[in-house]
């Protein structure tokens, strides 16, 4: 099944094989850098020390039917092995 891929204008992307490229996103503050690529099929997953922030991220996703995995905590102890995801944004 092809899948739209960023940045292409609608453009599906014949060479993916995957369901879904995997981000994490360190330092989250309001999702403005998370929504975008949960809206282009990538599965994201951020963290942010800050659950305030973290609060508006879940509702602005949650208003966008868009699925944003969200993860309290720091960046100096990430609970993640290396190779666990395709990009990370910081």
Known sequence: ?????????GRSC???????LGGFSISVGVGRHELLPAE????VEAID???AGLAVVRETAAARGLSV???N???DALPYPDTD???VLS
């Open 14 to 20: 014949r060479s993916c094989t995957r369901a879904a």
């Open 73 to 75: 905590g720091f960046a």
């Open 1 to 9: 099944m092809a899948r739209t891929t960023p940045g292409s204008g």
């Open 85 to 87: 995801f395709d990009y």
């Open 69 to 71: 995995s969200l993860h």
């Open 40 to 43: 282009h099929a990538f599965d």
């Open 49 to 51: 020390g800050n659950p």
